[in-house]
């Protein structure tokens, strides 16, 4: 071979090995983009766990957090209405009564960020999901008792809108 070519051959090659770092894998930009939320291990479970997943840029996981934040807040209605069938203590019922309306409201909100997270309105999505996650809040600060049935799903669901949240902050720059 001549020295032409051989230069010709390094300096593919090299160019070949300079861009391998540019292509990241969907596992890196799930690590890379959970690494910036709050809860960490809940965010990665959460966007592994959905196939589109390995496919989606920042924006697509943003959007399969919503959806897991949407399908948390309707899981918590269900348990709200079981909850409210088999209590029979008048401060409890109350309270749940509340976190029904609080869960409802929520659940629309995270509908409206969904289509406002389509449309690239991501303040507007930070609103309606800080709301949301007010919602939850509310909710358990309405046990007088201080004693919630519904403590840890108001906490998983706390956790999964701050990652929304802190996704979303990531579409903005």
Not at 19 to 35: G, N, Y
Not at 39 to 45: A, N, P, R
Not at 96 to 103: I, P, R, V
Not at 105 to 133: C, F, H, I, P
Request: proline share 2%; hydrophobic share 35%.
């Amino acid at each position: 071979m001549n020295p032409i070519s051989i230069f010709c051959f390094v300096t593919l090659l090299s160019f070949c090995f300079h861009q391998i770092p540019l292509v990241e894998s969907s596992d890196d930009l799930i690590t890379q983009t959970c690494s910036k939320t709050l809860y960490k291990d809940l965010c990665e479970k959460t966007l592994r766990a959905d196939p589109g997943s390995k496919s989606a840029k920042v924006e697509g996981l943003a959007k399969i957090a919503l959806k897991a934040a949407a399908s948390n807040a309707k899981t918590i209605q269900s348990q709200i209405a079981s909850l409210l069938k088999t209590t029979s203590d008048k401060q409890v019922k109350e309270a749940l009564e509340d976190c029904a309306d609080n869960y409802d409201s929520a659940s629309e909100q995270l509908s409206d960020s969904l289509g406002a997270l389509e449309a690239k309105r991501y303040a507007d999505v930070n609103v309606w999901v800080t709301a949301a996650m007010t919602d939850g809040d509310s909710c358990e600060e309405g046990f007088e008792s201080g004693t919630s049935p519904l403590t840890q799903a108001n906490t998983n669901f706390g956790h999964l809108t701050s990652n929304v949240l802190a996704i979303t902050n990531q579409l903005k720059v």
